[in-house]
């Protein structure tokens, strides 16, 4: 698989415990101390545990200045699309372009519909998506906005504020059409390990590149995003080892599969420490010595 070139950039996926705001708040605050690219956070309205995502986040805007900020993915099913493009554009611009927007189509479907949500087919959640990407675009490219649709119809609104940046779209993904629709639509793809090892990321960015090339676009357009998860020690598996291990396995994926960004799942600040100061740099490193 090709690299695609792509400037890495490294982040942190916090658990928005609501019970451990502060070391959340803390947590995030270092993250940017040392120099990482990204704080996201998943999205799970009724998740009775969790802090609300798009709350924290304009929190974490205001106390933050240079680290951008994501949803990882936002919940579509709970959040109309006119509303989340009218609060990401907010934000974006009280953040001075910091904002990154991933969005998926719904899963825990019970959950959702317990809390009002509809319940939707597969067929139904991707055409929804679609719908939505179209909307929120329109939405920040202003003016008024018409678009009919099964899901989310527009008569006549009128768009605004714009965002202070073209806000990339991101689509966690992994089914045919998904993948087609990401190809074709999105700004960048974010799986997650355990969904897409290793072993499945060429398959999933082959499809993806095809879908992206069908659609008339440069396969490097959409930038490839993966959710990590690990811990720093002894071991041999995936991210299991020593930093150095990490480096060269990050490097590798990399360099094989075109992962242009790195997320990890981290609660620590001896984690998010490890990952800025011992993995990120020798990553960068290593990559760049191996483009040449």
């Known amino acids: 698989m090709p690299d695609y070139g792509h400037a890495l950039e490294?982040?942190?996926?916090?658990?928005?415990?609501?019970?451990?705001?502060?070391?959340?708040?803390?947590?995030?605050?270092?993250?940017?101390?040392?120099?990482?690219?990204?704080?996201?956070?998943?999205?799970?309205?009724?998740?009775?545990?969790?802090?609300?995502?798009?709350?924290?986040?304009?929190?974490?805007?205001?106390?933050?200045s240079s680290i951008k900020l994501a949803t990882n993915v936002a919940s579509l099913p709970l959040r109309p699309p006119v509303v989340l493009a009218k609060a990401a554009a907010t934000l974006d611009r009280v953040t001075s372009g910091r904002v990154e927007l991933g969005m998926g189509s719904g899963a825990f479907w019970d959950a959702i519909e317990a809390a009002g949500g509809q319940r939707r087919t597969p067929g139904q959640a991707v055409d929804a998506l679609i719908e939505a990407i179209g909307v929120m675009r329109d939405f920040w490219a202003g003016g008024t906005v018409f678009r009919d649709g099964e899901y989310y119809p527009v008569r006549g609104l009128k768009a605004g504020p714009a965002p202070a940046h073209d806000i990339p779209i991101w689509v966690g993904a992994y089914g045919p059409r998904m993948l087609r629709v990401t190809g074709a639509l999105a700004d960048a793809w974010v799986p997650s390990m355990g969904y897409a090892d290793p072993s499945r990321l060429g398959t999933l960015s082959a499809a993806l590149d095809a879908a992206a090339t069908d659609a008339g676009r440069r396969p490097g357009q959409v930038r490839r995003i993966y959710n990590i998860g690990g811990s720093f020690g002894d071991g041999g598996g995936l991210l299991q080892g020593r930093p150095a291990q990490w480096v060269e396995q990050l490097a590798d994926l990399a360099l094989q599969y075109g992962i242009g960004t790195f997320i990890l799942a981290a609660d620590t600040p001896d984690t998010v420490r490890a990952f800025a100061n011992d993995v990120a740099p020798a990553v960068r490193e290593a990559v760049a010595e191996e483009r040449g």
């Open 10 to 64: 490294f982040g942190v996926f916090p658990t928005p415990d609501a019970d451990r705001l502060d070391d959340v708040l803390a947590l995030v605050a270092l993250a940017e101390e040392l120099g990482l690219d990204v704080v996201s956070f998943q999205d799970h309205p009724y998740q009775r545990r969790h802090l609300d995502t798009w709350t924290l986040l304009s929190v974490l805007g205001a106390r933050t």
